[in-house]
């Protein structure tokens, strides 16, 4: 190779070596971001579990769902941190690299474990919450049943004399038409009571449903990512 051909690549080797020095300065940016997305991770979820309460299945399942909505930020910094493999290291980064390849495994675990909890509480919320509702109305069916009870034993002129001292009108013709009006409308109060009950019932089961749903299959999808971190990163835990 002559002289002049030689000095034909002198600009590209100069170029390729600014490249490299480049891509340095990049990964340094990048592992910096993702750690300090961890950083912040970490902030939220001790945020999340302060105060702690345990064995309230309304708030493990809030909890639960909340992690694994936030999970794709701590997935990413990791991605970030472990960009560059082991080139352009600092000496402390060695066996923070181990310690978070670990970690990965760690979280892959925990998630997995929270899938049962998840199902679990899902069932007791939907108990609680029929419950709850079931409640709610047996006691405005028993008001209603004490307003028809008290309907029926009153005479019809008692009733006329009490709307018109609440200073409403009545338009029956007589009072017996009256009386039978109101416990007419009484008895479809009682139904849609009923009904209301049914469909909040409804209503409260498809959304507690879809957020299982939801919130079991990420938190799956997750373990398995954290899972692949940690499969992948094979060389951190065998490095210098």
Known sequence: MTKSSSDKFI????ELQEFAFSQVSSMTLLRILGYGLLLLALFDIIEMLIPLRLM????????????VERVPVPLIGLTLIFYGELHARARWEFLTLKFFSWLSLLLAVLFLLMIPLGVGNTVRLNRQSYAQINTASQQQMSQAEQVEKRLQQATPQQIDNFLKSQGRSTNAKNPQELKSQILLEVSKAKEQIKSQAQANQSTQRLNLLKNSVKWNIGALVSAALFFTIWKVTQWARIGR
């Open 11 to 14: 600009p590209l080797i100069q």
């Open 56 to 67: 309230n299945p309304s708030w493990e399942f809030q909890t639960f769902g909340a992690l």
